[in-house]
């Protein structure tokens, strides 16, 4: 996916300016920035549901378009209450893809839960419920906005190994959107970092996963240096 | 957690029990049995209202009549804003719809009413004009913060209006709904014996409160208008039941 | 074959429109029967010997020629007026009539059925009689039932052939000056010995109703004056009249429906007198709109109630003068009250 020239305003304030980037296919790129940096912005144009300046694979993107085939993992599980762990993943999922519920429940470690009611799952567990939704979902494109910005340490652990091996099964393309270094240089093939609306910094990083968790990367002091001062 | 119960209990209690004391000093201050009877005589006046056959022909006749309206209003103002919430454009021709509603006075078309149904008919249509826009803009409202909470999932992952409407907006919003419904009730209630007294209705609480008005017997004005504070009372505690239910079911 | 379509769609259309205009023209029915409208309330019961014979009618296992319906006083006008008006009779208020009928071109007077229905009531000891009348109110209030329509107009003609000064207040804390009498509007449900009035005017059965419901206490309303006899000492002013459709006078069956009509209406004052008040109340209760609050009931249905509503029937050709009278005293109150009738309005027979 090739994003030319991508600009939103927001009245006045340009949430993004001119961002010019390639979305590598079957690879998970990094968008990194601190808040206001246009992050979430980012993401709601790939996923066309805002107007944008500018293109997107050479269209424009004047009109809302929703892309199709595109998953999402919010920072908030967003699990309906009303509904079961299982009635939660068919509520998305389409009736074709309701057999494979149960397998990627038990890939996930919740096999037994399927019928409990989301009040009655840990912040792990359920964040675990929309991880195996939006892998589960049909998809060409995988958005991730925050996902593990508000667990524990051990937690964000888990999930990233998980999200790391469910990656490794499915090699789709994935977006994920972060303010936290350890996480981009653990869960991206690319790294972008957004300052004010504009990509300072573009860095590869083509190591296999998984990724050690307690070894710091070479790419992380770039990575900080580029989100506090900025580099071109 | 009991405790808590017992003592709120006592605390209701004791406001009755104000009430009580308030209505007996002002009797004595006002010395005016016209403008405000004695609770004794108004008590004796109630405990005979409750053996007239009249009264409860009447009552049941108003209650039957509020129900009705209360059904329709629920179904007819849960099913538009539901539409209003799914398709912007359905929310755009209500909104002055139900501005018009909520501003025309009742007078202005019981007459309309009178000549196109009946005395015993025209109260509940007053009453669903009431009460329809009323739940409309609670049953939105309650749409519109399930939308807020959950609107993004639905939108990035393109999940049907009818697979919203049945598993999303109407499950999440029955709790708020069915604890506000209480009061819309009670409001029903009143305003369909409004309506009653309007329209001339036979055998009704209205018919029954103006005729004592008109052969000054504050009394049993009183003890109707106290039967029919209760019955909203118990309108309202049924409600609150039913949603404390919804609430358990949902946890 | 389109031009057969065309001509067959023609034809139609002419059929249909001859059929609309000639049923348009006809007034008679073909079943001869009649509707008869009446508020209920007094006018009701000028009906009262009308309903008992078409019962009887029915009884005997005939069809009845009349169908009598007694409606909600406020819808009474629209079964007069529209394109297709419901009723062949109608008894109604004088004032209504006048504007909405008073050119006799749909509608035509065929008498006055109710004379007058208005009482004082006071908890003072001050009877208001024709003598006094001119001096007793002076400095007083006066709660009018309906100030704003007939009750309240006709009062208003009544204090000025008295040559009282009045003025209409809605301040229920304002007190009259020594020469004049003040106004106030109530709703008859109001009307208590506690409203701040030193007079009610309020029509019957509701005058005779405040009166019983206050009889026990300390402080009772007891009736206080007669506004018709304050208006014309014999014969009350022309409040109620019966109407009959305009057409109906073409045709003989039509004028004899009338005269038959106006013949029963007439024998409702005895009618009155020597008939039971439960029996009357079961003829109206049979024709009431379902659902409508009746007017009257067992306990405010008695002998002189229904003498105190002076339903008395006098032809529109014997009344013309005073209904003529009477509706020019109106417009001298108020403009928008009431209108100058034409002399086609009153019926000849």
Same mark, same amino acid.
């Given at each position: 996916m090739i994003l030319s020239g991508i600009t939103k305003k927001y009245g006045e304030t340009k949430a993004l300016d001119g961002v010019t980037c390639e979305i590598a296919e079957g690879k998970i790129t990094a968008v990194l920035g601190e808040s206001g940096a246009g992050k979430s912005t980012l993401l709601s144009v790939i996923s066309g549901l805002i107007s944008y300046e500018g293109e997107i694979d050479g269209v424009s993107g004047a009109h809302v378009r929703r892309r199709e085939r595109c998953a999402y993992l919010f920072q908030d599980p967003k699990l309906l209450p009303n509904l079961t762990v299982e009635e939660n993943l068919r509520f998305v999922?389409?009736?074709?893809?309701?057999?494979?519920?149960?397998?990627?429940?038990?890939?996930?470690?919740?096999?037994?839960?399927?019928?409990?009611?989301?009040?009655?799952?840990?912040?792990?567990?359920?964040?675990?419920?929309?991880?195996?939704? @939006?892998f589960l979902f049909p998809h060409e494109l995988l958005l991730m906005d925050e996902p593990f910005s508000s667990l524990d340490l051990a937690l964000k652990k888990s999930l990233i190994e998980l999200v790391q091996s469910l990656w490794e099964e499915q090699k789709n393309t994935v977006v994920f959107v972060t303010h936290d270094v350890r996480e981009a240089s653990l869960l991206s093939h690319r790294a972008l970092v957004l300052k004010r609306g504009k990509i300072v910094l573009s860095l590869a990083a083509e190591r296999p996963f998984p990724r050690d968790f307690f070894t710091s990367s070479p790419e992380e002091e770039r990575l900080v240096r580029a989100l506090t001062e900025g580099e071109e | 957690?009991?405790?808590?119960?017992?003592?709120?209990?006592?605390?209701?209690?004791?406001?009755?029990?104000?009430?009580?004391?308030?209505?007996?000093?002002?009797?004595?201050?006002?010395?005016?049995?016209?403008?405000?009877?004695?609770?004794?005589?108004?008590?004796?006046?109630?405990?005979?209202?409750?053996?007239?056959?009249?009264?409860?022909?009447?009552?049941?006749?108003?209650?039957?009549?509020?129900?009705?309206?209360?059904?329709?209003?629920?179904?007819?103002?849960?099913?538009?804003?539901?539409?209003?919430?799914?398709?912007?454009?359905?929310?755009?021709?209500?909104?002055?719809?139900? *501005?018009?509603?909520?501003?025309?006075?009742?007078?202005?078309?019981?007459?309309?009413?009178?000549?196109?149904?009946?005395?015993?008919?025209?109260?509940?249509?007053?009453?669903l004009l009431v009460l329809?826009?009323?739940?409309?803009?609670?049953?939105?409202? +309650?749409?519109?913060?399930?939308?807020?909470?959950?609107?993004?999932?639905?939108?990035?992952?393109?999940?049907?209006?009818?697979?919203?409407?049945?598993?999303?907006?109407?499950?999440?919003? @029955?709790?708020?709904?069915?604890?506000?419904?209480?009061?819309?009730?009670?409001?029903?209630?009143?305003?369909?014996?409004?309506?009653?007294?309007?329209?001339? +209705?036979?055998?009704?609480?209205?018919?029954?409160?103006?005729?004592?008005?008109?052969?000054?017997?504050?009394p049993r004005l009183l003890a109707l208008t106290l039967v029919t504070v209760l019955a909203g009372f118990v309108l309202e505690g049924i409600c609150a039941l039913a949603a404390k239910g919804a609430r358990r079911r949902l946890s | 074959m389109k031009k057969r379509i065309w001509n067959a769609l023609l034809c139609f259309v002419l059929c249909l429109s001859a059929v609309c205009g000639a049923s348009a023209c006809k007034e008679e029915r073909a079943d001869g029967k009649f509707t008869v409208y009446a508020p209920d309330g007094a006018p009701a019961l000028a009906l009262a010997a009308l309903i008992a014979e078409t019962d009887r009618a029915a009884d005997r296992g005939e069809e009845p020629q009349y169908e009598i319906h007694i409606v909600d006083s406020s819808l009474i006008v629209s079964y007069v007026t529209g394109n297709?008006?419901?009723?062949?009779?109608?008894?109604?208020?004088?004032?209504?009539?006048?504007?909405?009928?008073?050119?006799?071109?749909?509608?035509?007077?065929?008498?006055?059925?109710?004379?007058?229905?208005?009482?004082?009531?006071?908890?003072?000891?001050?009877?208001?009689?024709?003598?006094?009348?001119?001096?007793?109110?002076?400095?007083?209030?006066?709660?009018?039932?309906?100030? *704003?329509?007939?009750?309240?107009?006709?009062?208003?003609?009544?204090?000025?052939?008295?040559?009282?000064?009045?003025?209409?207040?809605?301040?229920?804390?304002?007190?009259?000056?020594?020469?004049?009498?003040?106004?106030?509007?109530?709703?008859? +449900?109001?009307?208590?010995?506690?409203?701040?009035?030193?007079?009610?005017?309020?029509?019957?059965?509701?005058?005779?109703?405040?009166?019983?419901?206050?009889?026990?206490?300390?402080?009772?309303?007891?009736?206080?004056?007669? $506004?018709?006899?304050?208006?014309?000492? *014999?014969?009350?002013?022309?409040?109620?009249?019966?109407?009959?459709?305009?057409?109906?006078?073409?045709?003989?069956?039509?004028?004899?429906?009338?005269?038959?009509?106006?013949?029963?209406?007439?024998? @409702?004052?005895?009618?009155?007198?020597?008939?039971?008040?439960?029996?009357?109340?079961?003829?109206?209760?049979?024709?009431?709109?379902?659902?409508?609050?009746?007017?009257?009931? +067992?306990?405010? $249905?008695?002998? *002189?109630?229904?003498?105190?509503?002076?339903?008395?029937?006098?032809?529109?050709?014997?009344d013309r003068e005073r209904v003529n009278g009477f509706l020019e005293k109106l417009l001298g109150v108020n403009a928008g009250a009431a209108a100058l009738v034409s002399e086609k309005f009153f019926y000849v027979g």
């Open positions: 999922l389409p009736k074709e893809r309701w057999n494979a519920i149960g397998a990627m429940l038990a890939r996930v470690k919740l096999d037994g839960k399927e019928m409990r009611r989301p009040g009655a799952l840990s912040g792990g567990e359920r964040q675990r419920v929309a991880i195996a939704r @939006a | 957690m009991k405790g808590n119960r017992r003592k709120n209990l006592l605390f209701s209690v004791f406001a009755v029990a104000v009430l009580w004391l308030a209505w007996v000093l002002a009797y004595f201050a006002v010395g005016n049995d016209y403008l405000l009877p004695s609770f004794s005589e108004t008590m004796r006046t109630a405990g005979g209202l409750l053996a007239e056959r009249t009264f409860w022909n009447s009552f049941l006749n108003t209650l039957l009549r509020t129900l009705l309206s209360f059904a329709v209003s629920l179904a007819a103002g849960v099913g538009f804003a539901l539409l209003a919430r799914l398709f912007a454009s359905v929310r755009a021709f209500f909104a002055p719809v139900i *501005s018009l509603l909520r501003t025309v006075p009742t007078m202005a078309f019981i007459l309309v009413l009178l000549l196109w149904t009946s005395p015993s008919f025209a109260p509940i249509i007053v009453t329809f826009p009323a739940v409309y803009a609670m049953a939105l409202s +309650a749409f519109d913060e399930t939308y807020s909470e959950f609107g993004p999932l639905v939108l990035s992952y393109g999940v049907s209006k009818p697979r919203q409407a049945l598993k999303m907006y109407l499950p999440l919003g @029955a709790s708020s709904l069915l604890s506000q419904s209480g009061s819309v009730l009670s409001m029903g209630l009143k305003i369909t014996v409004s309506g009653e007294v309007l329209s001339s +209705a036979y055998r009704s609480l209205g018919w029954l409160m103006q005729n004592a008005k008109m052969n000054i017997d504050m | 297709a008006p419901a009723a062949d009779f109608c008894i109604l208020p004088l004032n209504a009539a006048s504007k909405q009928l008073g050119n006799g071109e749909s509608y035509r007077m065929i008498g006055t059925v109710t004379n007058g229905n208005l009482y004082f009531l006071t908890t003072g000891e001050e009877a208001l009689t024709p003598e006094n009348f001119g001096t007793a109110l002076l400095g007083k209030t006066v709660g009018v039932v309906q100030l *704003s329509n007939v009750p309240g107009l006709t009062l208003q003609t009544v204090l000025k052939d008295y040559g009282l000064t009045y003025r209409i207040s809605d301040n229920a804390e304002e007190t009259a000056a020594e020469d004049e009498v003040v106004l106030r509007a109530v709703e008859a +449900a109001n009307v208590t010995p506690a409203s701040g009035c030193d007079y009610y005017l309020c029509p019957e059965p509701a005058a005779s109703t405040k009166v019983a419901g206050t009889a026990a206490s300390a402080n009772p309303f007891r009736f206080a004056g007669d $506004l018709q006899q304050l208006y014309d000492s *014999s014969a009350g002013y022309p409040q109620a009249v019966l109407v009959a459709k305009s057409g109906l006078a073409e045709s003989e069956e039509g004028r004899k429906a009338i005269t038959a009509v106006a013949e029963r209406v007439r024998e @409702a004052e005895a009618f009155l007198k020597e008939t039971e008040p439960e029996t009357l109340l079961s003829l109206l209760d049979g024709k009431r709109t379902e659902g409508l609050a009746p007017s009257f009931n +067992a306990n405010n $249905l008695t002998a *002189s109630v229904i003498a105190n509503c002076s339903i008395r029937f006098v032809t529109a050709e014997e």
